[in-house]
């Protein structure tokens, strides 16, 4: 209801205010082309991430210095805290970095949003910008009409500069000009009365515009030719940090649950900080004069000391945030919990699709990966019971000739119940958001996303060969006649060989050792073809089994070998680094089991 109140109340202002004064039409131009030029710079960007993605944040968020160190770093590359908001509830949602690292960049992040405020102040109203912005503009609508991506980036990049340092130009002189029709600063409010209103008005511009940088930059505009009082202006710069939660908030609400979270720290750091800067203003202001003095700041130059103030605040609230950021996460990890599963007989959901991470190409790749790990995790779980195996068991270092004794229940699982309600939900996500995602990448990722939509279907095809295989298994298994009883034990053996190999290619960080386990696991995936290794013809020809047996036999031999193929061709896709060259260096190894296993065994694994 307040959406659709919200739009045209806003045009209807804008109406009016250009109907009443032809200034205003070009400072709103000027915000209108600023915030263009932001998205024109978003777009730029986008275009240079990816690839590495994954392993940068790791290395830059791994310590909480660093998390504030890469918020400071691309915000003030970026000149957007609200797109490092939006990106870093991305990351987080897609699985790439943790809460505290998410909060230690939204941390970093207010930081570096204070540049932005220097740059205008010290440069932006100094020198004549809009020179500049004319040739940025030139070449980055040339490179943007260019077919290579990284060409197009820097263009919408050169553009996007160009319209803010254009925004910037058409702001100042919409102020200076509408000076001579109404003069605003005939509206200052003094006193802690002015510094709430202010305040107040400076969240709603931020919420209205959807960016404190082009509140700010409009505050110090209108700052430089008079049109707001100094102490006005510091109320708006505390509202504008304030209401840039609000763009955090709106795109956590496509998120998961840790999304949701991060935005609840981001309006929380900024509410603290807010807070702060109310109470102690007064001794803010008398700071900020004494930095100022000392750094060669003219008295009168309010525009350099409101981004003083602004960097001072900042500081301040990170300060006083980080030895916090432990019981933040505690706080908001009670305060925010997951919907919990229902007991009984739910249907699995997946964790990590959500329209958040549709922001990059990377992180939507990451979501799309991580989802995939946790449908085989499901289908682990299912294809152990189906072998009526448990699965910490197989996991454990236990002899899987005593594994295979253990039974997990004595009664078979209904194996169609569980891949209804733990895989066919899951995949099918997979698959739709693997086609919403597609749509905005470039054809590189949509050939990974070919290969991880396969591995999906491998593990899908893996249950359902594991419900083909259970009826006999469970039949002979327990069998009288003890060869149909070793073979089918044999390949309980072999299939749980398997499911503990992979899980140590999972957890392996290693590049020879994963091509050596799997180099292993396709060795023995060849235990599986009876007819070829001579196994059912002396079976039969020694008479051990009868006919129905060899049948019953070769068949689930089959299912095994389609279960032990489908596995391994999954994990090769989701459990490796897949920089192009494993599968040619893993054709080139000519070892036999006894080589790979003494490796191993060197390589204490």
């Known amino acids: 209801m307040l959406r659709r109140i919200f739009l045209p109340t806003i045009l209807i202002v ?9 200034d205003f039409k070009e400072i709103s131009a000027g915000v209108a082309i600023f915030l263009f030029g932001m998205l024109s710079l978003e777009e730029g960007f986008k275009a240079f991430s990816g690839g590495k993605l994954e392993r940068l944040l790791h290395k830059s968020t791994d310590k909480t210095y660093k998390s504030i160190g890469f918020g400071v770093l691309s915000t003030t590359i970026m000149q957007s805290s609200s797109l490092v908001s939006v990106l870093t509830i991305s990351f987080l949602s897609a699985g790439l970095i943790g809460l505290a690292q998410g909060i230690g960049i939204i941390f970093g992040a207010n930081i570096g949003t204070t540049t932005g405020a220097w740059l ?51 702001m100042k002189d919409g102020f200076e000009a509408f000076k001579n029709t109404i003069d605003l600063a005939s509206f200052a409010v003094s006193g802690f009365k002015g510094l709430f209103i202010f305040t107040g008005i400076g969240i709603f511009a931020t919420v209205v515009m959807q960016s404190s940088h082009a509140t700010l930059v409009l505050i110090i505009t209108a700052l430089s030719v008079g049109q707001i009082t100094y102490e006005n202006a510091l109320a708006l710069a505390i509202g504008a940090n304030v209401g840039t939660t609000i763009t955090a908030i709106i795109g956590s609400m496509s998120a998961n649950i840790e999304g949701k979270r991060l935005a609840g720290a981001h309006l929380i750091f900024n509410f603290v900080t807010g807070l702060i800067a109310i109470v102690f203003i007064h001794h803010l202001v008398y700071t900020v004069d004494w930095i100022s003095s000392h750094v060669g700041i003219a008295d009168d130059d309010y525009t350099l000391k409101l981004a003083v103030f602004h960097t001072i605040f900042n500081f301040i609230g990170v300060i006083v945030m980080v030895p916090f950021i432990g019981k933040l996460v505690k706080f908001l990890e009670h305060a925010l919990k997951a919907e919990p599963a229902k007991r009984g007989k739910s249907v699995a959901q997946a964790k990590y699709l959500n329209d958040s991470v549709l922001a990059l190409p990377s992180t939507s790749m990451a979501a799309i990966i991580k989802e995939s790990k946790n449908l085989y995790k499901n289908a682990f779980t299912i294809i152990s019971r189906g072998l009526n195996l448990k699965k910490g068991n197989i996991l454990s270092t236990m002899e899987l000739d005593k594994v295979i004794t253990i039974a997990y229940s004595d009664k078979p699982i209904n194996i169609d119940e569980y891949y209804s309600r733990k895989i066919k939900g899951i995949y099918g996500e997979i698959i739709d958001f693997s086609t919403k995602a597609q749509s905005h990448m470039s054809p590189i990722y949509i050939e990974e996303l070919y290969k991880i939509k396969l591995a999906n279907r491998d593990i899908v095809e893996a249950v359902k ?41 999972e957890k392996s960080k290693e590049e020879d050792v994963i091509i050596l386990l799997l180099s292993k696991a396709k060795i023995h995936m060849k235990r599986y073809d009876i007819v070829a290794n001579g196994t059912l013809d002396k079976l039969i020809r020694n008479q ?38 494993l599968k040619n260096l893993n054709e080139e190894m000519h070892m036999n089991d006894e080589d790979i296993e003494l490796i191993l065994e060197k390589k204490d694994l």
């Open 544 to 581: 051990l089994i009868s006919n129905e047996m060899a049948t019953s036999l070769m068949n689930d031999s089959t299912y095994a070998y389609n279960i032990s193929k489908n596995l391994i061709a999954m994990a090769e896709v989701l459990f490796i680094d897949r920089s192009g060259h």
């Open 14 to 22: 804008l109406a009016y205010g250009f109907w009443i004064s032809p």
């Open 120 to 170: 205008v102040a010290g440069l932006g109203l100094k020198v004549k910008i809009s020179a500049y912005a004319m040739p940025m503009l030139v070449f980055g609508v040339i490179f943007i009409f260019q077919k290579s991506k990284s060409l197009k980036g820097i263009g919408y990049i050169l553009a996007g500069l160009g319209f803010l340092f254009l925004g910037i130009h058409y």
């Open 465 to 505: 060969d594991t419900k083909h295989l259970q009826k006999n298994l469970i039949k002979y298994t327990t069998n009288s006649n003890k060869h149909i009883k070793a073979e089918y034990n044999k390949i309980k053996i072999g299939l749980a060989e398997l499911l503990r190999t992979i899980n140590r290619i």
